[in-house]
């Protein structure tokens, strides 16, 4: 069963080529990180494939149908994103901003119910930010606001989620621990995630897919243990890269 899957698709803007000719399937309880280079096109991709940006080729499909013939608001009932930078700035509070995440499933003439205010409440709590949701979305920090704007994202409640760089602005604790619990939560909800990552570590630890991009188009895909070799993340990054053993876990350090 597929959650999300691309066929043959080409994805890039400009001069830059993403990915050509990518076969991609997006399974439930999957976590797939996407590494690359500065400027290789990962954010081009994330946006392509939640339909935000024009495929230059091939076919997305999402939970068995067409993207591109899904409504605006069967999409965002079924996927959901995280961007890289939160344009958010305006003057609410952050119960509101949260609630944003909830408006997919709100209908017009009823607006939010008991339910929609207790899933902000427990998205809120979930990412350490219980007592906000009366502050104004202007007074947050940049890691506090990264924090609401993932508890929005847990609020929308679909299967398939897709972040950009989610540990932009958070403390090493949050890095770590909201990385642990969303994780947990969309996994146990047979959800597929897929992450833009630039800390290769924490991508090796999260994740149990991945997915890498070269530049000019060429991509390399499999589970992590047949994917995250030396020789590959060496020529990803232009630098070399030396495999160690930390307890159970494998790090990757540069020389």
Excluded at 107 to 134: A, I, N, P, Y
Excluded at 222 to 227: I, Y
Aim: aromatic letters at 6%; proline letters at 2%; one cysteine or more.
């Amino acid at each position: 069963m597929s959650l999300l899957s691309a066929t043959g698709i080409e994805a890039g803007v400009g001069s830059v080529t993403a990915c050509r000719g990518l076969d991609l399937t997006l399974k439930p309880g999957e976590v797939w990180s996407v590494l690359g280079q500065n400027g290789v096109g990962k954010t081009t991709l994330l946006l392509t494939l939640a339909g935000l940006r024009p495929l230059r080729a091939g076919q997305i499909e999402l939970d068995g149908a067409s993207l591109e013939r899904l409504s605006r608001k069967k999409r965002a009932r079924k996927m959901g994103i995280l961007f890289q930078h939160s344009e958010t700035l305006f003057s609410t509070r952050v119960a509101d901003a949260v609630m944003t995440g909830r408006h997919p499933w709100v209908s017009g003439w009823r607006g939010t119910s008991r339910d929609d205010e207790k899933m902000v409440q427990e998205q809120l709590d979930r990412v350490g930010l219980e007592g906000f949701d009366q502050r104004m979305v202007t007074t947050l920090s940049g890691g506090e606001r990264r924090r609401m704007e993932i508890a929005a994202l847990g609020a929308q409640q679909t299967k398939v989620v897709l972040l950009d760089e989610p540990v932009n602005h958070l403390d090493l604790h949050y890095q770590v621990h909201l990385m642990r619990i969303m994780l947990e939560e969309w996994q146990r909800r047979g959800c597929a995630v897929m992450m833009v990552m630039h800390d290769i570590n924490l991508a090796l630890r999260f994740s149990n897919r991945l997915l890498l991009l070269f530049g000019d188009g060429e991509t390399c895909q499999g589970d992590v243990a047949s994917v995250a070799t030396e020789s590959n993340l060496t020529r990803l990054f232009g630098h070399p890269l030396q495999r160690i053993a930390a307890g159970k876990e494998t790090l990757f350090w540069p020389l």
